[in-house]
C-alpha cells in the first residue's frame, strides 16, 4: 500500500507507523499508519485524493495542541499540516483581504499582521496551533472583554471535502459559536483561510500581542506539555474555578496532573499515557457532577 500511496502523494512525503507523540505539545499519543507530511496545498488535495482512492481514513491535524491521540494510534492517512503561505489579495483604504494557508502558525501570524498594521489576531499571540486548528475550533482569547473569537476575523475559507471537492465557505457557513465550527460537522478540510483585518497603527497592535501574552505567561502554565484549557465553561461559568474551588490543583493519575497553576489545565507530568489523561478526565467530571450537578465536556479532541 506505501507504494501505492507514494505514487499519487511523492515519496518522500509520505511514511509508515509514524509516532505522533512527538509532535503534540502533551507530548503523548500513539503512532499514524500512514503520516503525510504536508507542506503544500497541492500535498493536501493529493493526500486527500490518495484516501478517497484506496479508501482510507483521513486526518487532518496542525499543531497537534487540542487532541489527545490515543495509544492505538490513527489508522489511514494522517496529515500533518505545514503549509505557509501568505498574501494579501486586496488591499482597500480601512482592511485587506489576507489568504493565509491553513497550516500557518497562528503566533506567528498575529506577530506579522500586528508589525504590518492589520488588526483582529493579535490577541491571539502565544495561541498554539494553526490557523485551520483555530478556525476548526473557534479558538478565543478571554484575556480581553468581550472574548476574541478567532472566527470573527475569518472571511472565507476554502476547503476540500473528502471526495476531493473544492468549496469556498463564507462566515455565515462556519457558523462561529463558542468552540464551535460548522467544519466539525462537515469534516471537509480546510486548505486556506482569508481574513478581514482592519488597518491599525502597527504600535498599538504589537502592545496588544505582548499583553496577551505576559497575561498567558501570568495565569497559565508555560513551557509544559499540556492541551491547554481541558473543558469547556458551562453556561458561562468557569470550569478551572469549579475544579480549583474542589481542592483538586495538583491532583494526578499516573504521568496526568491537574496543574497547580490553572486547574483547567491538564500537564504531563511524568510520562503521562492517554489512558492516564482519561481517567483524570472521568474523575474531574464526576466530582464536578456531584459538587454542583452539572456536566462538564471535553474542549479538547481525543482522537
Ligand atoms: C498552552 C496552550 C494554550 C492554549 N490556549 C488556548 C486559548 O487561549 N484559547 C483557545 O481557544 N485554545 C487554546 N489552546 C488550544 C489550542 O491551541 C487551540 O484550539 C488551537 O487553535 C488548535 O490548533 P491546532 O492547529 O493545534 O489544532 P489540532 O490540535 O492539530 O487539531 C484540532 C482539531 O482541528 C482539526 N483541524 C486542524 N487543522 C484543520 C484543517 N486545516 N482543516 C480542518 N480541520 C482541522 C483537527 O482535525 C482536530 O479535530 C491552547 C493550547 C495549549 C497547549
Not at 25 to 33: I, N, P, V
Not at 182 to 200: A, C, D, G, P, R
Request: net charge positive; glycine share 10%; charged share 25%.
Amino acid at each position: 500500500m506505501l507504494d501505492k500511496l507514494q505514487q499519487i502523494i511523492g515519496k518522500g512525503k509520505i511514511r509508515q507507523n509514524v509516532s505522533l507523540g512527538v509532535y503534540s505539545t502533551f507530548k503523548l499519543g500513539g503512532k499514524a499508519e500512514y503520516l503525510v507530511q504536508a507542506e503544500t496545498e497541492e500535498d493536501i488535495i493529493n493526500a486527500v485524493q490518495a484516501a478517497h482512492t484506496f479508501k482510507l481514513n483521513i486526518t487532518i491535524l496542525g499543531g497537534i495542541s487540542n487532541v489527545i491521540i490515543g495509544e492505538g494510534g490513527i489508522k489511514g492517512i494522517v496529515i500533518r499540516n505545514l503549509t505557509s503561505d501568505k498574501k494579501v489579495i486586496q488591499d482597500e483604504k480601512d482592511f485587506v483581504l489576507l489568504e493565509v494557508s491553513s497550516g500557518y502558525y497562528i503566533t506567528r501570524l498575529a506577530k506579522e499582521t500586528a508589525e504590518m498594521g492589520y488588526e483582529g489576531i493579535e490577541f491571539h499571540y502565544g495561541l498554539p496551533g494553526t490557523i485551520g486548528g483555530a478556525v476548526y475550533m473557534n479558538s478565543k482569547w478571554s484575556g480581553h472583554q468581550p472574548t476574541k473569537y478567532v472566527g470573527d476575523v475569518v472571511h472565507t475559507a476554502k476547503t476540500i471535502d473528502r471526495e476531493g471537492k473544492q468549496n469556498i465557505r463564507d462566515k455565515a457557513y462556519l457558523k462561529f459559536a463558542y468552540d464551535y465550527s460548522f467544519i466539525q460537522e462537515t469534516k471537509e478540510i480546510i486548505l486556506n483561510v482569508t481574513l478581514k483585518l482592519k488597518k491599525n497603527v502597527p504600535k498599538q497592535l504589537t502592545e496588544r500581542c505582548m499583553q496577551a501574552m505576559d497575561y498567558r505567561r501570568r495565569t497559565q502554565p508555560y513551557g509544559v506539555a499540556t492541551s491547554g484549557c481541558f473543558f469547556k465553561n458551562v453556561n458561562g461559568q468557569s470550569v478551572g474555578k469549579m475544579i480549583d474551588d474542589l481542592g483538586l490543583k495538583g491532583y494526578s493519575i499516573g504521568g496526568a496532573e491537574i496543574s497547580t497553576i490553572h486547574a483547567n489545565f491538564i500537564v504531563n507530568k511524568q510520562n503521562a499515557t492517554p489512558e492516564d489523561v482519561r481517567k483524570l478526565v472521568d474523575y474531574i467530571k464526576k466530582k464536578i457532577k456531584k459538587a454542583y450537578n452539572v456536566d462538564i465536556e471535553e474542549e479538547v479532541i481525543f482522537l
